[in-house]
């Protein structure tokens, strides 16, 4: 069986790079970390692993981004990839996207930037990192 994919999406080159960067890091050895700079490549990137039965373990998305916005694109993910745990990325203190993606995309995670590249970004989620990666395993 394939590893199961943790998708970062963002329509910031840096930010992507940086969380991509930060994901192998800590998770490579047990996951498959994917990134799409768009909603729409995010999804589509999802149909395709959902057709070739590639497990979804973490979609984690930037709220900001043009054409759709991140709840927007968990809650279409959802449809597709239902056991994958969803974290929204955003730098505003939105309470109204807050409230939306947990509303209509029922994520698990939110997250606030800037990113702390090297790991720093990862107590929010959970810590020690064994604890956020029991809370990404898929349900295969």
Request: a positive charge.
């Amino acid at each position: 069986m394939p590893k199961p994919v943790l998708l970062t999406v963002d329509d910031d080159p840096e930010v992507l790079r940086a969380i991509e960067r930060d994901l192998r890091v800590h998770y490579a050895q047990k996951y498959r970390v994917m990134r799409a700079d768009s909603g729409s490549a995010a999804l589509s990137t999802l149909r395709e692993l959902k057709a070739r039965n590639n497990p979804v373990a973490l979609l984690l998305a930037d709220q900001r981004m043009p054409s759709m916005d991140g709840v927007g694109f968990l809650a279409e993910a959802m449809d597709i990839h239902p056991q994958a745990k969803r974290a929204l990325l955003t730098a505003y203190a939105d309470t109204n996207a807050a409230i939306d993606a947990i509303n209509e995309a029922k994520i698990h995670y939110y997250l606030m930037k800037p990113w702390i590249s090297g790991g720093k970004a990862f107590p929010r989620v959970g810590r020690p990192a064994p604890r956020l990666e029991r809370t990404i395993s898929p349900a295969v």
